[in-house]
C-alpha cells in the first residue's frame, strides 16, 4: 500500500525567511511524485511532477527535489502570497490511476 | 477558460436523501475522477472514468454511484446520505500520458445532517 507522509503539519515564517516542506513516501515502485498548492476554498493547482531520483524542478521561488524516499519543496525568500497548504501525491506503478495523497503542509508567510 | 466546473458550490442534506453532484470540464480531457478531502486525511479516491463509457472504484467508493454522461461531464451520486459523508467533494480531469496532472474543481461543500 502506497504510503505519503508530509510534514510539518504547518508552518510560519517571516516574509523572506526560506525554509523547506517534506515529503516522505512509501510506494513499490515510483511512477511520479506530484506537488499541488490548494488556496482556501480552492481546489488543487499543480506545481511540479518529478520522475525519479535526483530530479529538479523549479518555479518562482519555489524548487522540488526527489530522492529515492523524499521530496522536498524549497521556498526561497516566500512572500505573504505564497501562503496555501502544499500537498504531495504519488503514483506507483500497480496503482493504475490512483494518486496517493499526503494530508498537506499549512504554509502562513507573515508580512 | 472555465476548466473544471462543479455545482454546486454548497450543499445541506438530512439523513437519507439523495444528491447528484455534477461536473463538467472543458479541456477535451479523456479521465475524470471524484475526490473526497477530509481535515488530517488528505484526498481520497471514490471513483474515477479512464475514458468515456469506463467507470472505475477508487479506495472509498461505498455510498457512491458515477456516470460518466459523455466526454465532458462525469457526476457523483448519493443515494441515502450519511453523516460520514460530510466533506468537500473535488471533480478533477487529466489527459492520458506519463504525468497524471489532475486539473480540479474548486469543490462541493457537502453537510449530512
Known amino acids: 500500500e502506497d504510503q505519503v507522509t508530509q510534514s510539518p503539519e504547518a508552518l510560519r515564517l517571516q516574509e523572506g525567511e526560506s525554509s523547506s516542506l517534506n515529503c516522505s513516501y512509501t510506494v513499490s515502485g515510483l511512477r511520479g511524485l506530484f506537488w499541488y498548492r490548494q488556496d482556501p476554498g480552492k481546489g488543487p493547482e499543480f506545481l511540479f511532477t518529478l520522475y525519479s531520483a535526483g530530479e529538479e524542478k523549479e518555479k518562482e521561488r519555489l524548487k522540488a527535489t526527489l530522492t529515492k524516499k523524499e521530496s522536498f519543496l524549497h521556498i526561497t525568500a516566500p512572500k505573504p502570497e505564497d501562503s496555501a497548504t502544499y500537498l504531495c501525491?504519488?503514483?506507483?506503478?500497480?496503482?493504475?490511476?490512483?494518486?496517493?495523497f499526503g494530508s498537506g503542509t499549512q504554509l502562513t508567510v507573515l508580512p | 477558460n472555465a476548466g473544471v466546473t462543479q455545482t454546486p458550490k454548497f450543499q445541506v442534506l438530512k439523513t437519507g436523501q439523495s444528491m447528484t453532484l455534477q461536473c463538467a470540464q472543458d479541456m477535451n480531457h479523456n479521465s475524470m475522477y471524484w475526490y473526497r478531502q477530509d481535515p488530517g486525511m488528505g484526498l481520497r479516491l471514490i471513483y474515477y472514468s479512464a475514458s468515456e463509457g469506463t467507470t472505475d472504484k477508487g479506495e472509498v467508493p461505498n455510498g457512491y454511484n458515477v456516470s460518466r454522461l459523455n466526454k465532458r461531464e462525469f457526476s457523483l451520486r448519493l443515494e441515502s446520505a450519511a453523516p460520514s459523508q460530510t466533506s468537500v467533494y473535488f471533480c478533477a480531469s487529466s489527459e492520458v500520458g506519463r504525468g497524471l496532472t489532475l486539473h480540479f474543481g474548486n469543490g462541493t461543500r457537502l453537510t449530512v445532517t
Open positions: 501525491a504519488v503514483i506507483s506503478s500497480g496503482s493504475a490511476r490512483q494518486l496517493t
